[in-house]
């Protein structure tokens, strides 16, 4: 756990000169590993930077993982059906509806 000022207005104004920091990463004393820290002292006080680091935190982790050679699971998202489409194509034929009228098909 690292130390943060107690005031919300300093947290917010370190974390906002963090962040321009790390976008300017290509310049000599700056540096691109200031905007992942100013995104997680922003994260303290602001949800949708909390969010983002969150995001960030699994997907570095997952390539973390992957890079190892461990075999990583993501969540699959089930797709919901249409309450009017029960019946699939497979289940027509079963039934013997798929050929049409006798004689035709």
């Known amino acids: 756990s690292i130390p943060l000022p107690r005031s919300k207005a300093v947290r917010i104004t370190l974390g906002v ?12 004393i700056l540096g691109f590993w200031m905007l992942p820290l100013g995104l997680y002292v922003l994260a303290v ?3 949708p ?9 699994v ?3 997952r390539k973390i993982q992957r ?3 461990h075999k990583v699971r993501r969540k699959k998202h ?5 309450p009017f489409r029960r019946s699939s194509q497979g289940a027509k034929k ?3 509806f798929a ?7």
Do not use: E, M, N, Q
């Not at 000169?17 to 000599?28: N, V």
């Open 17 to 28: 000169a963090l962040c321009i920091g790390g976008c300017l990463g290509f310049l000599p």
């Open 45 to 47: 006080d602001y949800s």
């Open 49 to 57: 930077a909390r969010r983002a680091a969150r995001r960030i935190t």
């Open 59 to 61: 997907w570095a982790g």
């Open 67 to 69: 890079l190892k050679g």
């Open 78 to 82: 089930r797709r919901r059906r249409c």
């Open 94 to 96: 079963r039934a013997g």
């Open 99 to 105: 050929s049409g009228p006798k004689g035709v098909g």
